[in-house]
Nanobody
């Protein structure tokens, strides 16, 4: 059974940093696309970053500020978030899906993912 467990969310002032973690297990795929998404109540889910081996894609709104990475030994994917802005406030989710979506910007599209974590809240105050 696939399990994705996010952690690392919290409250921070604008300009601060947070690192989100996603511990993953039980992949049904031999190669996996990992993504981070965020959602604010009443708004559409937004793809933030995706990763498969050396391929990464980022939403324009976070380029230069967020970095997605992984530790294969720990089966964990990270999202380092720097220079946080109030508009980054959202529930953040990690997701897993077939690797080939991460070879293009399709990795930022939620419907391409099959498995989702429960989310971790990030709140940025001004």
């Amino acid at each position: 059974q696939v399990q994705l467990v996010e952690s690392g969310g919290g409250s921070v002032q604008a300009g601060g940093s947070l690192r989100l973690s996603c511990a993953a297990s039980g992949y049904p795929y031999s190669r996996v696309c990992m993504g981070w998404f965020r959602q604010v109540p009443g708004k559409e889910r937004e793809g933030v970053a995706s990763l498969y081996t050396g391929n990464t894609f980022y939403a324009d709104s976070v380029k230069g500020r967020f970095t997605i990475s992984q530790d294969n030994a720990k089966n964990t994917v990270y999202l380092q978030m720097n220079s946080l802005k109030p508009e980054d406030t959202a529930m953040y989710y990690c997701a897993a899906g077939p690797f080939y979506f991460c070879l293009t910007e399709l990795g930022l599209k939620g419907p391409n993912y099959n498995y989702w974590g429960q989310g971790t809240q990030v709140t940025v105050s001004s």
